[in-house]
């Protein structure tokens, strides 16, 4: 059985309430968590996430909302209409398509867990079910402080969230280096990209897209480490084969926050007067990938995770398709530059604080309600400026295709567009930007400015 | 026999004198090209091409600098010091490396023939020559024009020049569209990327590296054709299945060349106010292949050809590493724009009016008097703000390692670099363009800012 | 912290003994792990997994093998030698390299605990380190029964194991069809390639390899299934888009286990008569990923997986990474038939019996005592014909690459070969398999023939 | 203007007869072209080449076939029906679609020069025409034997051929190897796959398929050449950088005719007992690419080349399509035994005497009368037990995409199979070759068996 089902049941219930500017640690977070969720089944009505059951493993997942006066139960899965009665511990009811039609029965009982089970009954036959309360009610955004003491270094659903947010919330914390040197260069975790959080999202559910923007990203130590050679799949055999590398060339840098530059830290003759601008980024901003996987988090993928473009800098906000239940936000992995494609192995590595913005965005990147299309998409990026979206792939031929395919079905769904008009529109000012090209997959980014959308017709 | 050897002897010593703005057409060119060379015979001194014969076909060539006075010879061979006496129709010398140490003898018959046939002895074994006269020598710059009556859809060494010019000329032409329709939109070619010229640059031979700056690039009429539709290989195979496709878009442009924009000339309701800004640029800029290879005017390689990449506009210098003697510049395929990929596999293609100047650079570019390393080199790029280069290959993968590759041997060369000091400088600093995913083989450039570069330190 | 953790402790040091032929569920081996490994704690002599903490966490590992007489310690740790003294509750000693210089001291807390905490003290600094107790003593082979009742979907070394091995034993079981349908088509699972297994063999540890014999492997039921479609990665856009599917056409064939045969079990007029030879084959046999990651189970990497090769069927040997303590061994997907590329997504799935055995050698794939190279170590797998590495990369030009470097540098280290050596028995000898091009990577073979191999002398 | 207008008109209508086995060399094959083809003027019967002409260039083309009685001209173009008038030196007429209705007129001016002029009358405009009388009559096969004086490095249709033959003929003669190198060791040209031929077939047209025969592939001496080493490509970076590679190691090989085997010519200790079983086959089958394109003699493409797999072998058939009249074939660099890949870079190169049979089948290989979809479509080769396509691209991706859809194309035309079930078929049956990744586009060999299609229903 999966490590998801045990915390699953002792989390997701609590209402957390946060001054608007506190300090919370994951001991802390740990404690409140045991909360007893059952003291209010005197009532269903709220969101709730609906499971299916195969074999007892949670196989696919739905949108419930119910609405319970006295025994009188409606409310909403997904696009459907639910009617039930509450009686002798259990509710029964029916559920009805859109267009009036009916779709199937179901029956959910009553216990005294936290966890609801239940079954749908259709002529093609029964489902098991399992319906788990979240949260995702509107309430007031909040500031919240997270002080990490502990990083990690996969993108997973097993990991114990450190803190509960709403959408609409804002988070100010801190991320240590790739290698896990923090602000004043002391090691605080392994190296390979440790990261803060992860932070669980009330009402984010798989299906669901999370919006993430970064407020804040504010270079806190004057070093960054990074390497002085170009990595292999960068270069011809022949390049790579032939120089003679000479490791005596420190890759560190120097770091002037005031003026925004850095420059080597040790540098040879050639390049003592050689600097380049501050452009900070994060590496790393990812979810739980779903389906019980764990990646190191070198790794990237439709969920996010070691992006390492430059364009997810202050203002940007990163989309990222919801694969479990709160989403379970990291980030990390701070760059104070990076040359396109991360031809060092490492960008300008260092530690940073970033204050960043959630909102649950109910549906798929695809369109509303509907799962992200494996492989047709991955993340996608906005700023002021652009409108930006991931190809991720083992390839940079794979990648490309992702990133434009990914664009094209962005500004059909949002400027409903043909493919056509779609192909006039990117054909003339689609641009590419290759992200890197130094992590287990490459990243290519397709983009097109938001200047160039406004001469769009509605 | 390649047809190659045929007409060489007919053109290549000419002496051509036009006036600074004039009007040659190629049939002009034709009558002077039947000169005779043999004129100047009584004297050796001069540029030379050696080739190296193997069953009488070329296989290498080397340039030779001759002095005659009387019966004595002084010379170079690339780097080899020459010195002979001429005797009874021939001469007899000796060759010695830079460090004074013999390399070998060398006997050359001075007969009626434009060309010199001869033998080089080393202890090796002998080798069977051919020496060739060529231009080369300063001449004060000319400007000359060239009205094109036909057009060539092949780069390749086999067709006849059409104007010869020296190294420092301009030249100014005009240019028909991809599909053979000049500014009059009148059928000039069948389609496929026609080319002007090829123009023969005198001295210039294999192993050299040619610039050509465009001085000016304008458009010359209000139209430009493109397709409304996205390639396959810019998107996933699923998106390109599932998308239905409508014909009846047009991928016809209207050029408003006096405001600088391009509009959908049949524009759906959606796309009526959509305009982007023009910026002219020349799909295809190329030289003869060599080793008797021709290529359609679709493809690409180490000697340009369509590499349709939007920074070879009005101020970039391209360089082409010479193959043929006389080079063979091909120009054509202008573009009123295109965005990055070339994703409708036709630009915004129309017309143009060019200006260039050509320079030959002996040598190739990977150093003084090299042949570009096979695989390592493309064509590069340079204007005022950058230095580009080319990644031509068979894939993305391959053509990035080409492109990364081909920048780093140009600044290591240029600013006397180690491998290390280059990927400090590249691995912050370097940014790709995916030129074209369009073509036969794709084109990736790596480009650094001139204003990074002048931090370098002599 | 990290769910590994949690359990190790539990289970790793419990001694298990089976009768020869024995019946084991997973409910009962998780009662049997719960024995007091302290119990033994008055010697430290045995087998020792020493663990590198950084911050905590394990960063690296090493093997330890002690010998306790009365107060006096001797040992090794890798290839060093150690010798220590017991006194006070703690063992203080030195490490020795080969050489008979001095490496650096240790200090080994002996506490109550199952696991002991020490510290290495090198000019260097110090390290904390963690001893954790392991089989891998020499005991008779045994063959187990494992009668599954549950099926995993992620290679994880988060999941407890189904029962302990040791070195040697060999495994009956069974394995439902990749969408969790068993023997007698009963769903036992989601489906996804759910797995048998894990299995934590006694013993192996990080650095090590794996042997998996496949003693016998026999279809069990008298169904497939598979699609009537090509995968899109394995055809052209166009004929992808451009030819009409019929999904009408069944996908399901019929086994013939008797005369060894698979036809369409609903055949359209064309296929009435069409018929293939049975080839079965475990698509699947991986271990634990190892650094707390998780993937699908129709994922594939150097820890094997979803490997996909019509080569892994009986006798074959799987060579495979050992990244976890105990390896952690899954197998699934059985294929009763496979063509090369699993050009419909899936091959003729179907359920089996299986029998295993497994050998822990200790010592990486690329020769004793080292860890595997990253990128360029894949599955390596043997039959009585054939050496066999994987290649498995994010496309085919990455896999082959790697397929290559693999089978060279097995040669190279068995044979005793130079790499000029191995490439004159390459180039003239190897063979390629595509094994699948359907995964989320693909997988080439490259093999040689032992026969070519027996001609090298020794 | 293209060098082949000029020699086209000369070589093609003349009658060439030769003994059944006889002795041709190039020059006497000179001397006979020039032969008066407009002697047969007064009646145009016969076979005869239409191109469509854009500003004077060819840039289509058709099969006419005439018959004339007195005035009276019927015939047809390509699936037209033609009826005309001949009077006043020109012929007047209409061609009709095979439904009867009218498709246009057309005008034939019959003048003294070999090739007529002519207009296409349509309602969509004119289209200037040029007809060419070619060969093709069914005439009784013939052995003819070439002894080739001179070899070319390139395929190309610029080059003058060396003999006439017809469809049904067959031709004896011999190759050098990749060097140059003749059966008696001496070199007969310069390197980079020296070809015999081009033999012009009569009767093969643009849209053909050229269907070539070995007959018998016979190495005529006791050498062979390769390298010691494997090419970067098939290897990963970190192999290629890290292996030394000791140059003393020789790549040549010794062939034992006799008992078929080859062996190191001057093995280490470790290799002198290697053998491999010798495999003839020829590296290089290939056709004038059209388009006037000229590609040195290491390329492959849609034309075939130099393929490099080892199944074109005696008794293989190829299947080539016709871009140039005639075909223009050539045959060259025969390999004693190559291993997958070609991963020396070389295979074992040696000479050979070959003696093959042609065949001209009219219409393209997607089907009759059709020209090959480009994308789609490679060479074809087929033996006693294989259907064999070739997949040749800038990737093994891409190569592995075209080899899939060339091979359900080719099954689903002769086999009257719909994708569904061509798609059962090929995913059990399918076995992919990796014929080289050494040259400059890779190629992946999809195969089937003969058995396996032997079993669908007609």
């Not at 926050?257 to 040790?266: I, L, Q, Y």
């Not at 980024?281 to 996010?304: D, K």
């Not at 991955?378 to 794979?398: A, F, H, Q």
Request: hydrophobic letters at 35%.
């Amino acid at each position: 059985m999966f490590h998801k089902t045990f915390y699953g049941a002792l989390l997701t219930a609590c209402t957390l309430t946060f001054p608007t500017v506190g300090v919370m640690t994951s001991a802390v977070m740990a404690a409140q968590s045991v909360a007893n969720a059952t003291a209010e089944r005197n009532n269903l009505s709220g969101n709730w996430i609906l499971y299916v059951l195969q074999n007892g493993e949670k196989t696919d997942s739905a949108r419930v909302r119910l609405q319970q006066n006295g025994n009188v139960l409606t409310g909403t899965l997904n696009e459907l209409k639910l009617t039930g009665t509450v009686a002798n511990g259990s509710v029964t009811g029916q559920m009805l398509r859109p267009d009036g039609k009916a779709f199937g029965g179901f029956t959910i009982q009553i216990g005294t867990q936290v966890d609801l089970h239940g079954t749908i009954r259709r002529s093609s036959g029964n489902e098991d079910i399992l319906l788990h309360k979240i949260g995702g009610e509107d309430v007031a955004p909040q500031t919240r402080v997270f002080i990490p003491t502990k990083y990690y270094r996969v993108f997973s659903g097993s990991i114990a969230p450190v803190m509960h947010i709403n959408s609409g919330d804002t988070v100010k914390t801190t991320t240590v280096d790739a290698g896990g040197y923090d602000m004043h260069n002391i090691s605080r975790s392994a190296g390979g990209n440790p990261e803060t959080g992860p932070f669980y999202v009330e009402g984010a559910m798989p299906g669901d897209t999370l919006a993430v923007t970064i407020k804040s990203l504010t270079l806190n130590r004057d070093s960054a480490l990074s390497n002085a050679s170009l990595i292999p799949r960068a270069v011809t055999p022949m390049y790579f084969r032939s120089e003679k590398l000479d490791d005596s060339v420190s890759g560190d840098w120097k770091l002037d926050r005031e003026h925004g530059t850095a420059t080597p830290a040790k540098p040879t003759e050639k390049l003592k007067n050689f600097k380049v601008a501050l452009k900070p980024m994060l590496g790393c901003v990812g979810v739980a990938p779903g389906n019980n996987t764990s990646f190191r988090t070198q790794w990237l993928g439709p969920w996010g995770g070691n992006m390492d473009f430059h364009g997810v800098g202050q203002g940007a906000t990163v989309y990222l398709p919801v694969a479990e239940e709160g989403a379970l936000l990291f980030v990390g992995d701070a760059h104070a530059e990076e040359g396109d494609g991360e031809l060092n192995g490492d960008a300008l590595e260092t530690s940073a604080d970033v204050e960043f913005t959630v909102k649950v965005i109910p549906g798929g990147m695809q369109g509303e309600a509907s799962m992200p299309r494996i492989g047709d998409s991955g993340p996608r990026v906005e700023n002021d400026e652009y409108l930006m979206t991931m190809g991720i792939g083992g390839s940079l031929d794979e990648a490309l295709q992702k990133a434009t395919s990914n664009l094209a079905q962005w500004i059909e769904r949002d400027y409903k567009l043909t493919p056509n008009e779609a192909a006039m529109v990117l054909g003339t000012s689609i641009h590419y930007e290759i992200a890197e090209v130094a992590d287990p997959q490459v990243n290519i980014v397709a983009k097109i400015s938001k200047a160039a959308l406004a001469q769009i017709s509605k």
